[in-house]
């Protein structure tokens, strides 16, 4: 019924104007940016190893890193590794990055597509690509530490 009487003052309007406010009324009203097609995920796990930087084909800085997850119960746990790429960093966020060690506990927020291309032998592989949108560290190793043993003073 409140529905109702929200409309009710459109009804003096011209016919374009209703339709307009039907339409604004019908179509996304929790948000005012243009929908998108990108898949987003959100990713808690232990980085595999020591992220890198490496320089695109135009010369564009990327920081790389993977990330591994883990579910199911500890007899039987499988782990899945996720490719992760910055592009842009600058400044703070990849001196951050890039101070992490192998097996720091991170949050990431991620645009996902899924990338078709022919491999070297002919064969058409796909593979899924997570660009890094947000960040946080949930749980810092310090790189020059790897080789030491947990507990052992530095």
């Not at 307009?20 to 019908?26: I, V």
Request: positive net charge; charged residues 20%; hydrophobic residues 35%.
């Amino acid at each position: 019924m409140s529905f109702l009487t929200s409309l009710r003052p459109t009804l003096s309007l011209s016919p374009a104007t209703k339709t307009l406010t039907k339409t604004l009324l019908l179509t996304r009203p929790f948000s005012s940016t243009p929908p998108s097609h990108l898949a987003r995920m959100t990713i808690v796990g232990r980085l595999a190893d020591s992220p890198e930087i490496v320089a695109t084909s135009s010369g564009q800085d990327v920081v790389r890193y993977a990330l591994g997850t883990s579910h199911g119960p500890k007899d039987n746990r499988t782990t899945s590794w996720w490719k992760v790429a910055c592009f842009a960093p600058e400044g703070g966020l990849r001196d951050m990055v890039l101070g992490l060690g192998k097996g720091s506990l991170v949050y990431v927020e991620g645009d996902a597509s899924m990338n078709k291309f022919t491999a070297k032998d002919g064969t058409a592989q796909s593979a899924l690509s997570i660009v890094q949108r947000n960040f946080e560290i949930l749980d810092r190793r310090d790189p020059r530490a790897e080789g030491q043993v947990e507990g052992e003073g530095a």
